[in-house]
């Protein structure tokens, strides 16, 4: 709240640079704990659908913010609207509060009066979890393979319909929602397309889809980069949401908050590789950046399911 409270106050460049990393510092204590918790109140018989719903919704408003954000700044203004986005922060905490505390309360009791280890030995021990684990750890490295391809679309697509197709703001924010409505749909459907334990088949056709998809983005007129995006979107759902699903499934539960943290610490580590690659395609070849980041995205995606695939555990009679 405060950190977005001071945005409508920044003058200079180095200023955002500050105030967005603190940010992600903040979100980086959320984001673990909020996927950490719903295998913890959610039946495991509806767990799939519960992060489907989870992932649909946070698709959906990735979709409706910029365009409610978009009518307020007409209404009162690009500074303005930031207090206003604050405030919502006040609210959401308010309705954290009201929640019944016994509700909440879902540390198992034999793990409760135990000596706890050091937060080094968490992370460490998170790590451990996260690498050891073959169906979470091929899901970790198919979701670098859909970073590349996400960076790409998130920093090279306002190049591409504003330089390549010389459109507007307007129909950038159209292709960009065609994106979202496509994750948004697959977060829906994910749990029934793919029930295996190793959910292998979705995230290999999800990175498969979405480095195809990306491969023939500069060579698109508008109406087809809309549906190809639709079908991206789709892709990069089938790639991602896995890996919180068999973290809930596969780990214990009182070490999913250790591996949860794990993994997004990873996941963003991959992105953080993944966005300086997107912005040199984007100005070394500008005309072809598509084509060559799917063609990385699908030759990894070859290394990946060669050497990190899940290999079938042979029971012993």
């Keep these: 709240m405060v950190i977005v409270g001071c945005l409508p106050f920044v003058t200079e460049e180095w200023q955002i640079y500050v105030l967005i990393f603190l940010m992600n510092v903040f979100n980086a204590f959320f984001s ?20 489907g719903l989870s992932a649909a919704t946070y698709q959906l408003l990735g979709v409706l913010g910029p365009g409610l ?3 307020l700044a007409i209404w009162l203004g690009a500074r303005e609207i930031f207090f206003v986005d604050a405030a919502t922060f006040v609210i959401a905490g308010i309705l954290l509060l009201s929640l019944p505390k016994s509700k909440l309360d879902v540390v198992p009791d034999e793990i409760e009066g135990k000596i706890k280890p050091t937060t080094w030995q968490d992370v460490l021990k998170g790590i451990k979890l996260l690498f050891s684990n073959q169906y979470v750890r091929f899901a970790l490295f198919i979701e670098f393979v859909s970073a590349i391809a996400g960076a790409l679309i998130l920093v090279n697509t306002i190049v591409l ?13 159209i292709i960009m929602a065609a994106f979202a409505i496509g994750a948004m749909v697959a977060a829906f459907v994910s749990g029934a397309i793919d029930k295996s334990k190793s959910r292998r088949i979705s995230l290999i056709i999800g990175a498969l889809i979405l480095g195809v998809a990306i491969s023939f983005a500069n060579y698109l007129d508008f109406s087809m980069l809309f549906i190809v995006w639709i079908i991206a979107g789709l892709g990069q759902s089938l790639a991602e949401i896995p890996s919180e699903t068999l973290i809930g499934e596969t780990v214990p539960v009182e070490e999913q908050g250790k591996v949860y943290g794990s993994h997004f610490a990873f996941s963003h580590l991959w992105w953080a590789f993944a966005y300086p690659l997107a912005g040199f395609l984007g100005t070394t070849y500008p005309n072809q950046s598509f084509l060559y980041g799917g063609i990385i995205t699908l030759v990894l995606l070859v290394l990946v399911v060669i050497f990190l695939r899940p290999k079938k555990i042979k029971l012993k009679k």
């Design 32 to 51: 673990p704990t909020y996927r950490a918790i719903i295998p913890q109140i959610v039946d495991k018989s509806i767990y799939r659908q519960a992060i």
């Design 161 to 173: 319909v504003k330089g390549g197709l010389e459109l507007t703001d307007k129909d950038y924010g």
């Design 69 to 71: 954000a978009g009518i």
